[in-house]
């Protein structure tokens, strides 16, 4: 019986106590009517060796293609202490630091990684982590709109570049309380979100937020003083949604704008999955959120504060619970009641690692290696960048052919040639957003240069033979 | 001491950073960084040496008898974790076309089919990230029917007054008043109360069944009645389903809707607070209204469906659909288990609940429903002993932790005074539940002894009591290069 370590003399023996003659007896609270016999539709359980065979051979039919996609999830280099580390016992099997003196090593963690994570924003406070990127930026909208009465408005101002699949989460979680979501557009030379098109869209409603992304979807880097003072001079609060290992490089949301009592990004939050955690098809990963101090007590989530125990030494413990659903209920800041522990287990033990000047490198290395890339592409006639503002670690590249059916023929070449923007940016098409990060060689974007002019000259050479300046 | 306070300028863990530093000139000076990021700068062995030394600050399964009432902290078996790592899922992109994801789709799909049989539901959706957004899923669903149906007089949502605190929270964030229903004195909903309750305005009730006060709710069936003739759906939160798997499914007692916690259920790990997995089940009229993405099978092959072929689907929770390598330590699990071994996960810890339950009254603590079966957890309250000896749930909770067992939970559910959740789970010896009740009746006996010794508790442990109080008046949420803790 697999994880189940009764011999018939205990069972024996525990039902004697119990005073029942089978098992079965135990359920007799259950309407007979409801019991059901056999789960037909399961198969019979397998022994680990069996279970590791099917599962080996999944994972390599799925493969290892070369990986030019980012748009939200990057392949970085995790040291191979990470997950080490954090798949030990202790903390891969503990559950929610209820019990704070028997959590200290859990609790000690959390406490560094919202350390990290203020450093990184330049903000006051950080919580111990919500589910990912997108559901993060749907909690610091809700906290912005809770927090900012004096604007009158459940209106909030979200950059069309913005990630796709983020706008459509926002949508789903803060419309249903009446949180309106209004659309910012992009400038076609640049890719940037100008600050001249935002005064038309304020109206009578005027907004609670505004979301500002550095970089924003499209690699570009954002104005973010200029945003940043025209939200602040109406009362609107920024929430920034940035990558953390941008951080190393551009400025901290909390040094956004100009000096004075208001500057900065009043909330920022984002994808920590840079931060040592696996592609893995999209999860898990966890989500960052982090704020000014007077935000504190509207911020959703895990937060774990240092104190002193009785003997007067300091200790870990959750605070601000009156916050939580545990005990408002209904009236809790959120329903949430997890943060993703083992996933800012991981992403603690990254930063400590790679520090302020490792983390410096990877992004400077992200940078140069994309910009490497976009030139080599580009010297693919009909292949040009799409936008002509400086960009962090991804590019939007113009293509002599519709999107799809490149990447559909550089897959056949085990070759992943970035993220599709047609169906979500039908004015851009056709447009390929690339990515290089500091994991990908001079010989792997090579290799990516010499296919995709193979594939496009394979398509045009019908109509017009284009023969590639390679 | 804080991985902070250990680092000096200049030291670094040379190994984990590209060797070079590339040339970024092209950046503008106003969009770069201006103060100096300060994050610890220690070797690699000081990271490995000071987080290890951490964990070993932890209890958990792996180290420790975990009997947390309503958190099924049974063994994460270890295969679990190394499949789901293997190198091809680990490195696939989550925008890596389907032709080259059809090991994972695979694992997921078959995931999909077993909770559907084992739910008894029409169809499953995995996205939700934990139990808490498998709520707001259930509940958004709800709503979207109502409005699907131009019903929009339905606001509220009833819930048991026993229920977990995300019930109440989870309807408010999908736009619901919640209203609570009283639990009666045995235990199961009080259904005079339920019947007054409902009317137009009804959108559905949220119930634990068994419920969080650890017995299975013996007039399911007639709630259900109650609900679907005032129109309203039923939501069964899976928190406890650990019980009653391969015996009795919530499709079988009327449920419309319902989420699942693989991280209790189907032994994913709980990782010091997450991540989880909430997948949603649902009955054939919500179909339509499942999160995206789903997986389906074509002929051989699989591939995701998302919100574009469904467009009545409340959407996306996340930004990729879900915690995939947690629920390929769900398959993992249930394929070890198999059909024979799931019937034993809920036969095996009713087993082990109702044993532990029996141990203890015969002991003299009192049950707070001592007529009724256990579930596969049960209630011990302490009123009596806080009263006569001043030692409340607490103390013993914490007076626990010196034994070396981690504490039930305790104070929850609200209704019941002085109250420890106890759930030992399948995975657990009889000498381990042996050893605990011996635990518990000398702790007892210290609390007539020598009383403040049980009060002053933990005394073994990395910390004494802590001071939540103080935590909560003088913030101290993040440690600072300059000015700490002023």
Redesign the interface.
């Known amino acids: ?6 011999t018939d003399e ?2 024996a ?3 004697g ?4 003659a089978t ?2 007896d ?6 007979r ?4 016999g ?11 060796m069996d ?2 065979r ?12 070369l ?1 030019f ?1 980012g ?3 990057y ?1 970085h ?1 995790i ?1 191979a ?1 990470v ?1 080490q ?1 954090a ?20 609790l ?5 990684f ?3 994570m ?3 924003t ?1 903000l ?3 919580n ?2 919500l ?5 993060a930026l749907a909690e610091a909208v809700l906290m912005a709109v809770r927090a900012n009465r004096k604007a009158k408005s459940n209106r909030v101002l979200v950059p069309r570049a913005l ?1 796709p ?2 706008r ?2 926002l ?3 803060v419309e ?3 949180i309106e979501v209004i659309e910012a557009p992009f400038d076609r030379q640049g890719g940037h979100t100008p600050v001249a098109a935002l005064d038309a869209l304020v109206g009578d409603g005027g907004f609670a937020a505004i979301v500002i992304n550095q970089p924003n979807f499209f690699g570009v ?1 954002e104005d ?2 200029l945003l940043t003072d025209w939200a602040h001079a109406q009362d609107v609060l920024v929430i920034a949604v940035v990558n953390p290992i941008a ?6 949301p909390g ?1 956004w704008g100009a000096a004075g009592p208001k500057r900065g990004a009043d909330i920022a939050c984002g ?1 920590a999955q840079p931060l040592g955690m ?9 989500g960052f959120l982090c704020c000014k101090k007077d935000l ?1 007590r509207q911020m959703p989530g ?10 007067g ?1 300091p ?3 959750l ?4 916050r ?9 800041t ?12 991981a992403a ?2 990254h ?15 992200c ?3 994309t ?1 490497r890339l976009a030139a080599l592409l580009c010297e693919i006639p009909g292949v040009e960048p799409r936008f002509d503002r ?1 960009m ?1 670690h991804e590019q939007v590249l113009r293509l002599p052919a519709p999107t799809a059916d490149l ?2 023929a550089l ?1 056949a070449h085990g070759v ?1 040639g970035g ?1 599709d923007l047609g169906p979500d940016y039908p004015e851009l098409d056709p447009a390929l957003l690339v990515c290089a990060t ?1 994991l990908r060689t001079e010989e792997e974007m090579q290799r990516y240069m010499t296919t995709l002019a193979r594939v496009i000259a394979a398509r045009t050479q019908a109509k017009c033979p284009v023969e590639p300046k390679i | 001491m804080l991985i902070q306070e250990q680092s000096r300028p200049g030291r670094r863990a040379a190994a984990q950073a590209p060797l070079y530093s590339a040339e970024v000139s092209d950046i503008p000076v106003s969009a770069r960084r201006a103060a100096p990021l300060v994050l610890p700068e220690v070797s690699e062995l000081q990271a490995v040496r000071h987080y290890t030394r951490l964990s070993q600050k932890n209890f958990s399964i792996d180290t420790h008898f975990y009997p947390l009432g309503s958190c099924t902290m049974k063994y994460n078996p270890r295969a679990c974790n190394t499949l789901a790592m293997l190198p091809g899922f680990l490195a696939r992109h989550p925008a890596a076309p389907d032709s080259h994801g059809q090991g994972l789709l695979a694992c997921l799909f078959e995931l999909q089919e077993m909770l559907k049989e084992v739910t008894g539901m029409h169809a499953v959706s995995l996205a939700p990230s934990a139990g808490a957004q498998g709520e707001f899923a259930g509940v958004a669903m709800i709503r979207a029917y109502h409005r699907a149906r131009n019903d929009s007089a339905r606001t509220e949502i009833l819930v048991p007054d026993a229920a977990h605190g995300t019930n109440p929270a989870s309807a408010v964030m999908c736009g619901f008043v919640a209203r609570e229903i009283p639990t009666g004195s045995n235990g199961d909903v009080d259904i005079a109360a339920l019947r007054e309750a409902v009317g137009p305005q009804t959108a559905g009730i949220m119930l634990t069944n068994p419920s969080t006060v650890g017995v299975f709710d013996r007039n399911i069936v007639e709630i259900a009645g109650i609900v679907h003739a005032a129109g309203g759906l039923l939501y069964y939160d899976g928190a406890n389903l650990n019980a009653i798997l391969g015996k009795v499914r919530p499709g079988d007692m009327g449920f419309d809707v319902i989420h699942m916690n693989l991280h209790k259920t189907f032994s994913t790990p709980h990782g010091g607070g997450g991540p989880g997995a909430g997948p949603v089940g649902v009955s054939k009229r919500l179909e339509p209204f499942l999160p995206v993405p789903l997986v389906v099978q074509d002929g051989d092959d699989y591939r995701w469906v998302s919100e574009h072929e469904r467009p009545q689907s409340i959407g996306r929770l996340t930004a990729f659909g879900g915690n995939m390598g947690i629920l390929l330590r769900a398959y993992v699990y249930a394929r070890m288990l198999g059909r024979e071994g799931m019937k034993r996960v809920s036969e095996f810890s009713t087993l082990n609940a109702n044993y532990l339950m029996t141990r203890l009254k015969a002991a003299g603590f009192d049950a707070a429903y001592p007529q009724r079966r256990a579930s596969h957890e049960f209630i011990i309250t302490m009123k009596r002993e806080a009263r006569d000896l001043g030692v409340n749930a607490m103390d013993f909770a914490k007076r626990l932790l010196d034994y070396g067992f981690h504490a039930p939970t305790t104070y929850f559910p609200l209704l019941v005074p002085e109250c420890l959740l106890i759930e030992p789970t399948e995975t657990e010896t009889k000498e381990e539940l042996d050893d605990f009740v011996a635990a518990l009746i000398a702790i007892r006996e210290e609390a007539r002894t020598n009383p403040e010794l049980v009060k002053g508790a933990p005394h073994t442990m990395p910390v004494r009591r802590l001071d939540d109080v103080r935590a909560a008046r003088q913030l101290d949420l993040a440690w600072r290069s300059s000015a700490n803790c002023t």
């Open positions: 019986m697999p994880f189940v370590p009764h205990d069972v023996a525990m039902l106590a119990i005073g029942a098992i079965d135990l359920f007799d609270e259950i309407p009517e409801l019991r059901i056999e789960l037909a539709a399961i198969p019979a359980g397998m022994a680990e279970i590791t099917l599962m080996q051979a999944r994972a390599r039919a799925d493969g290892q293609p990986c996609i748009a939200g999830a392949d280099h040291p202490a997950w580390i798949s030990r016992g202790e903390f891969y099997s503990a559950y929610t630091p209820y019990q704070a003196e028997a959590s200290q090593g859990t000690q963690l959390l406490y560094e919202q350390s990290m203020t450093a990184l330049a006051d406070v950080s111990a982590s589910y990912d990127g997108a559901s990630h699949a983020y459509r989460v949508r789903g979680i249903s309380q009446g880097i973010v003083d951080l190393a490089l551009l400025k901290a040094e994808e696996p592609l893995s098809s999209g999860g898990p990963y966890a504190t895990r937060i774990v504060g240092r104190t002193l125990d009785l003997e030494k200790g870990f413990t605070t601000l619970q009156a939580e659903q545990h005990i408002r209920r209904g009236k809790a959120s329903n949430i009641c997890t943060n993703q522990g083992l996933l800012v287990t603690t033990i930063l400590a690692l790679l520090g302020s000047a490792g983390l410096e490198r990877v992004a400077a290395a940078h140069a290696n910009r400086p962090f990447l559909h897959a992943l993220f500091e």
